[in-house]
């Protein structure tokens, strides 16, 4: 083990990342947190998110003397495999050997909270009331924070799944905008009767000329990430499907520029005697959350206290922390440290894995 971290963090953390569980598959994640929450004597619950997200897990809750009026949170998937996973303990951090992902995200979220709890029970330290919140599905659809409803004691959340280092954490995020289009033609011979075809491909591409892909202004971009159609090369194509998003900060801004592509697309297919069909929804809604906040307060607090820089940033991405935000639970995502997450040369300092593991036990037991 090495010095810079307390070998039952470490522990926690190697044998985290070696369970393979990835969106959906959460189980044995979660069987591992049951076992060491009722070690400690805390029973946890699992409710009924599969339900939503079609896994074979619910949200795993933890109850911690009676529950308390805030959440401590992490997710329990990876976004890739971790199958084989041979983590290398080198000098300052750990990292993957190059094959597979590290886990990182959200292992090391994960760790930090179970190391506090039995920190501050094995010290005998009184725990303040909270609720440790695990949750699934974080890295595809969030289903698991969608599913989840805080009671009506909670007032606000920390979320331990930030790639930032720690005493930086995501403030505010964009919320993004998911949208599939299917695009109907009409089939027919390319070479025989090209005429009485209409090509779903052409109605697309006329959709898309004025669709605005990229970096639209500072908190703006849109995409079109998925296309495809069409049958053979000699056959007019009858139907394309494409997906894609928007990201902003602004609810009004997004559903009004998604009726604007919506409007290119149906225009196209109007003028090109076809049809089109298109669904869309939040996949996460923006979110703020200003230094006059619980989570904003007590974060300041908990940076004195470990004499951390504290910096609070903006994010064009999502996590659990939006839709928490969203039931009306201000919730900030705190900075594990997770370096080149979702990539297989990712991995995490000492330093880094234990300050987040010191300022989770402040968190629980002190700030």
Same mark, same amino acid.
């Given at each position: 083990m090495?010095?810079?971290?307390?070998?039952?963090?470490?522990?926690?953390?190697?044998d985290l990342i070696q369970i393979d569980a990835v969106s959906g598959k959460e189980q044995p994640v979660a069987d591992f947190i049951r076992s060491v929450t009722a070690s400690l004597g805390f029973p946890a619950q699992e409710d009924g998110a599969a339900s939503l997200s079609g896994g074979n897990s619910g949200n795993i809750i933890v109850p911690v003397n009676g529950g308390g009026d805030f959440l401590l949170m992490a997710h329990m998937d990876t976004p890739r495999s971790t199958k084989g996973v041979k983590p290398q303990i080198l000098a300052d951090r750990i990292t993957s050997d190059g094959t597979t992902i590290l886990?990182?995200?959200?292992?090391?979220?994960?760790?930090?909270?179970?190391?506090?709890?039995?920190?501050?029970?094995?010290?005998?330290?009184?725990?303040?009331?909270?609720?440790?919140?695990?949750?699934?599905?974080?890295?595809?659809?969030?289903?698991?924070?969608?599913?989840?409803?805080?009671?009506?004691?909670?007032?606000h959340g920390f979320v331990f799944d930030s790639h930032l280092s720690p005493g930086k954490f995501v403030s505010e995020t964009c919320g993004a905008i998911a949208f599939k289009m299917k695009v109907k033609g009409r089939a027919s011979h390319a070479g025989v009767a090209p005429e009485k075809g209409v090509n779903a491909i052409q109605i697309a591409a006329e959709g898309m000329r004025n669709f605005p892909f990229g970096r639209i202004d500072a908190c703006t971009t849109a995409n079109i990430g998925i296309i495809g159609g069409g049958t053979a090369t000699n056959v007019v194509p009858d139907t394309v499907e494409l997906e894609g998003e928007i990201r902003t900060d602004y609810l009004d801004q997004g559903e009004q520029m998604m009726q604007a592509v919506i409007a290119d697309f149906e225009a196209a297919a109007i003028r090109l005697n076809g049809s089109v069909e298109c669904a869309w929804h939040w996949d996460f809604k923006p979110y703020r959350v200003s230094p006059d906040n619980?989570?904003?307060?007590?974060?300041?607090?908990?940076?004195?206290?470990?004499?951390?820089?504290?910096? =609070?940033?903006?994010?064009?991405?999502?996590? $659990?922390?939006?839709? #928490?935000? *969203?039931?009306?639970?201000?919730?900030?995502?705190?900075?594990?440290?997770?370096?080149?997450?979702? =990539?297989?040369?990712?991995?995490?300092?000492? $330093?880094?894995?234990? #300050?987040? *593991?010191?300022?989770a036990l402040a968190l629980?037991?002190?700030i």
């Open positions: 090495n010095n810079k971290i307390h070998p039952d963090l470490q522990r926690l953390f190697l886990g990182v995200d959200d292992r090391g979220g994960i760790s930090v909270i179970l190391w506090a709890l039995r920190q501050a029970v094995e010290q005998k330290k009184a725990i303040k009331p909270c609720t440790l919140l695990f949750s699934v599905c974080e890295e595809t659809t969030l289903a698991g924070s969608m599913f989840y409803q805080p009671s009506a004691q909670m007032t619980t989570p904003y307060k007590r974060m300041e607090a908990l940076c004195r206290h470990l004499s951390l820089e504290m910096e =609070g940033v903006k994010s064009m991405g999502g996590s $659990d922390a939006n839709n #928490m935000n *969203a039931k009306g639970l201000p919730t900030i995502n705190l900075g594990v440290g997770a370096q080149n997450p979702h =990539g297989t040369d990712e991995f995490i300092l000492y $330093d880094d894995l234990q #300050m987040s *593991a010191d300022m629980l037991t002190e």
